[in-house]
């Protein structure tokens, strides 16, 4: 059992509803009226809280072509380079406030990702109930210590981290003063595929680090995080959009609407499901007990005449004898004359 933590006024680990995160990004365009439909439709979804991501191009990166700063590799913006890509992706920090407004009013938490100490500043005026540390950012030390010393919620990703990385990230916050601290698996690759999300880690995470675990997830649809749940997950971060035919930076691997809802009550359903350990009836079971399997005499048996496998079987419902008494049954004789479908009982067999 790992310990909880609490956003705002919602507690999330063990013995807590799954906590689901939708991440806003670049999927607003630049346009403030699109992001506030995106927060509405987050909570039309049944999502908890609201993510966005706080930097400028010239916050997470310098104006460059060098080679350096050109992408490559295989994504979805390759050839760009990284101060074009985060100008177009960021989210007006003036905008910032007013959505976090938003969400709050429709009861979601609103917080972000800060990428540079001045916007763990700001996010910090503007009264974010938790800081979120983007996977690529676990390897600045410094960056996640200035989080830390804030003593809000510090949720982490490890995407693209070794053991030793995150066991650094997480000795950094806690010796900076985090004490509650929560890690998502993460698979950086856009979109990601299920078979590189190694969704058993979940647990080993939880189980070597003593915290809340969850998943922040890249792929498409909706099963890996479902799986997620069912392995322990208890924060979900999933990208929402409007509509993908939209475009823009995140478009391919986010949710539409009725997909991310279709997400939460999946989710949610697999979270009942998952229950307690229990062995035997369940309280909805009890009806169905009466359809279990017993001994019934078959064919017509005059008193006197022995119970045979012919005359005595195993078969539904349940009103006869154990079948494990069957061995003992057979041989002996009737005590009186029994019609077929009657259930076997003790008083029907000789002594």
Known sequence: MTPQIQIGNRPVGDGASVYVVAELSANHHQDFEQAVRIVHAAKQAGADAVKLQTYTADTITIASDREYFRIGGGTLWDGRTLHDLYGEAHTPWEWQPK???VANDLGMDLFSSPFDTTAVDFL??????????????????????????????????TGMATLEEIEEAVQGARQAGATQIALLKCTSTYP???????????PELARRFGVPVGLSDHTMGIAVPVAAVAVGACIIEKHLTLSRSLG?????????????KAMVDAVRTAQRALGDVHFGLAAKEA?????????????????????TTGNVRSIRPAHGLHTRHLPEILGKRAT????????????????
């Open 248 to 260: 823009g930076p995140d478009s391919a691997f986010s949710l539409e609407p009725d997909e991310f």
């Open 336 to 351: 009186r004359d029994v019609r077929r479908g009657t259930p076997l009982s003790w008083d029907l067999i000789e002594k």
């Open 192 to 202: 990601a595929s299920p078979d590189d999300m190694n969704l058993r880690t979940i």
């Open 287 to 307: 009806s169905s007990r009466v359809f279990r399997r017993s001994l019934f005499v078959v064919e017509d048996v005059p008193k006197g005449q022995a119970f």
């Open 124 to 157: 910090e005026e503007m009264g974010v109930p938790a800081h979120k540390l983007a996977s690529f950012e676990l390897v600045d030390i410094p960056l996640i210590q200035k989080m830390a010393r804030t003593r809000k919620p510090l949720i982490m990703s």
């Open 99 to 101: 959505l976090k407004q």
